[in-house]
Nanobody, 118 residues
Framework: VQLQASGGGLVQAGGSLRLSCAAS????????MGWFRQAPGKEREFVAV????????YYADSVKGRFTISRDNAKNTVYLQMNSLKPEDSAVYYC????????????WGQGTQVTVSS
C-alpha cells in the first residue's frame, strides 16, 4: 500500500485545513487508516483513525470536536478536516494504514506540513 498525503499549509489560528491521503496498491488489505503528527522536538502522536469495517472513528482528546476523519471509498482517499486550528496543532502530519483490526499501522505516507500562526 502506498500513501500520498497532501493539503498542508500555513493558516491563521481559528482557521481550517483539509488534509487528503490517497492510497494505492493493495488497498483491500487495509483494516483502517489514520492520521498522526509530529511537532519539532516531540514524538509522533496519534490524531485520528477510522476502522474500515463499520466506520468507527477514534480521536485524540486534543482534537476531539475540531477534527473529523472521513473517507471516500471510490477514490481510496482518507481526509482529515481540521477546524478551529490552534498554534499547537502545528506539526508534520502523516497518514497511515493498518492491515489488522488492532489498528497497528503498517504503512506510512510522507508527511505534510501544517503551520498555524497565532
Amino acid at each position: 500500500v502506498q500513501l500520498q498525503a497532501s493539503g498542508g499549509g500555513l493558516v491563521q489560528a481559528g482557521g481550517s485545513l483539509r488534509l487528503s491521503c490517497a492510497a494505492s496498491g493493495r488497498t483491500s488489505s487495509r483494516s483502517g487508516m489514520g492520521w498522526f503528527r509530529q511537532a519539532p522536538g516531540k514524538e509522533r502522536e496519534f490524531v485520528a483513525v477510522e476502522r474500515w469495517s463499520g466506520g468507527t472513528t477514534y480521536y485524540a482528546d486534543s482534537v476531539k470536536g475540531r477534527f473529523t476523519i472521513s473517507r471516500d471509498n471510490a477514490k481510496n482517499t482518507v481526509y482529515l478536516q481540521m477546524n478551529s486550528l490552534k498554534p499547537e496543532d502545528s506539526a508534520v502530519y502523516y497518514c497511515a494504514a493498518a492491515r489488522t483490526v488492532s489498528l497497528k499501522m503498517n504503512y506510512w505516507g510522507q508527511g505534510t506540513q501544517v503551520t498555524v500562526s497565532s
